[in-house]
C-alpha cells in the first residue's frame, strides 16, 4: 500500500479538556460512550469526511492512548494520523496542534472530540464555505427556546434570537489567517471563531447538526449513549434492506388541551397558550412526522421507539423525537427528503411563527425540508371548537 498524497486539508482534534463537569474519573476524551470512548467516536466521524491530516491533541501522559484511538479509528489513512500534548487552555491546545501541521495544509478545521457524533456532512459544509468565498466558517443552529436576560435573579427582559444560533464545531479557517491570529492572540477565546473575528475576519455560517451537542454533562453523555444504542428488538420494527426506489410515509397524531406547563408545539414553546397533554409535551406537529417518518421506512411507529415503556421521552420535546428518528432511519439505510405537514387547531395562530417553526423542525432533522400549513376547520369538530389539536404528515426517505 502507498503513502496517502499529503493532504490539503488539516483537522485539529481538541481532546485534552479534563472533563469535570462530566464528573467522570478519566479525561473526558476517554470516557466510554458504549464499547468505544468520546475520542474514538468522534474521530469516526473525522476519518469518513475529506481526507486530511489528523492531529489530536491529548492530555499529557495520555497520548500513547490517544493514539491508539487514531490509530484504530483511522483505517487505511493511519499515516494521517498523530498526536500532541495540550497544554492548560483550550487556545493553547490548538495553538499546539497548528505547530504540528504539515506545510502542504491550506484549510485548517478545529473540532471538539466532546461533539462525538458530529455527522461527516458538517465537516464537509465547512470545507465548502473555506474553499468558497469565506475566510473562517463554522456550523450553527437556530436558537429555538424563550431567552430572557437574566440580572441578580431577575428578568430584566427578552431576546430577540431570530439573530441568535449555536456556534458548534468543527470550524474552518484559512491556514494563513488563522496562523496569524494565533501568532498574536487579543485575549483567551471560548472558541477559534471569537479570535478570527477579533482580528477583523468575517466568519460564515453554515448548517450544523442536532448531533453535533457537546458532552458536557452526565445527562449529555445519557443522551449520546442513548442515540448510539441499538435499537430494541420489536415485533413491529422490520429492518429490511433499504429499496432503490424512495418511499412515503403517512402519519397523524391528536392531543387534547389541559396538560401542565407551557405548550409546546411544532418545535416551539408558545408562552400563554394552554399546553396539550400526552406522555412527552404532547407536540401533535412533531409526533406525526415522526410516525410519517417511520412508516416511510417501514419502521414501525411512535409507539415502537418512544412509547410509555420508554420513561426517558417522558416530557421531550420534538429535538429528541426528530434527532432519534433521523439516527433510526440513518442505521436502516436512509435519509430524510422532506416533511410535510398540515396543523389543524383553532390556537395557537400559526401565522406569525410559521417560518421559525419549519426552521427549527428541520434543524432537528438535519436540514431536510419542512413545510407546515394551518387551518381553523371552521369550528367543526373537536379542532374546532378548542378542545386540542390534530396533525397530518406525509414524509420522504430516500436511500442513504
Excluded at 114 to 122: E, G, H, W
Amino acid at each position: 500500500m502507498g503513502i496517502t498524497p499529503a493532504p490539503r486539508i488539516g483537522i485539529i482534534v481538541v481532546a485534552a479538556g479534563s472533563g469535570t463537569r462530566l464528573g467522570a474519573p478519566a479525561p473526558k476524551a476517554f470516557v466510554g460512550i458504549d464499547g468505544h470512548s468520546i475520542l474514538r467516536h468522534a474521530l469516526r466521524g473525522v476519518f469518513a469526511a475529506e481526507p486530511a491530516q489528523v492531529v489530536v491533541v491529548a492530555p499529557e501522559g495520555r497520548e500513547s492512548d490517544a493514539l491508539s484511538e487514531a490509530l484504530a479509528a483511522a483505517g487505511d489513512r493511519r499515516d494521517l494520523a498523530s498526536v500532541v500534548t495540550g497544554a492548560r487552555t483550550r487556545q493553547g491546545s490548538v495553538a499546539a496542534g497548528l505547530r504540528a501541521l504539515w506545510a502542504d495544509v491550506e484549510i485548517v478545521l478545529v473540532h471538539d472530540a466532546a461533539r462525538a457524533l458530529t455527522p461527516a456532512d458538517v465537516f464537509a459544509r465547512v470545507i465548502a464555505a473555506v474553499d468558497g468565498s469565506a475566510v473562517a466558517a463554522i456550523p450553527v443552529l437556530p436558537v429555538i427556546d424563550t431567552i430572557k436576560r437574566v440580572s441578580a435573579g431577575e428578568v430584566v427582559a427578552g431576546v430577540d434570537r431570530s439573530e441568535l444560533a449555536a456556534a458548534q464545531t468543527p470550524q474552518g479557517f484559512r491556514r494563513d489567517v488563522l496562523d496569524a491570529a494565533y501568532a498574536a492572540p487579543a485575549g483567551e477565546f471560548t472558541d477559534d471563531a471569537a479570535l478570527v473575528a477579533e482580528a477583523g475576519h468575517p466568519v460564515a455560517a453554515v448548517p450544523g447538526h442536532p448531533l453535533a451537542f457537546k458532552i458536557t454533562t452526565p445527562a449529555d453523555l445519557e443522551r449520546a449513549r442513548h442515540l448510539v444504542a441499538a435499537p430494541a428488538p420489536h415485533p413491529a420494527a422490520h429492518l429490511d434492506p433499504a429499496p432503490a426506489l424512495p418511499r412515503v410515509g403517512v402519519g397523524t397524531d391528536v392531543h387534547a388541551f389541559g396538560g401542565a406547563g407551557t405548550l409546546w408545539l411544532a418545535g416551539l414553546e408558545w408562552p400563554g397558550e394552554t399546553p396539550l397533554s400526552g406522555h412527552s409535551d404532547g407536540d401533535a406537529v412533531a409526533h406525526a412526522m415522526v410516525d410519517a417518518l417511520l412508516a416511510a421506512a417501514g419502521l414501525g411507529d411512535i409507539g415502537t421507539h418512544f412509547g410509555t415503556d420508554h420513561p426517558e421521552y417522558a416530557g421531550a420535546h420534538a429535538d429528541a423525537f426528530l434527532t432519534r428518528t433521523l439516527a433510526i432511519l440513518g442505521e436502516a439505510g436512509w435519509r430524510v427528503g422532506n416533511v410535510s405537514v398540515q396543523v389543524q387547531a383553532n390556537r395557537p395562530r400559526f401565522a406569525v411563527r410559521r417560518a421559525e417553526a419549519e426552521r427549527a423542525l428541520s434543524a432537528a432533522l438535519g436540514g431536510a425540508p419542512v413545510s407546515i400549513s394551518a387551518t381553523t376547520t371552521d369550528g367543526l369538530g373537536f379542532t374546532g371548537t378548542g378542545e386540542g389539536v390534530s396533525a397530518f404528515a406525509v414524509a420522504l426517505v430516500v436511500p442513504a
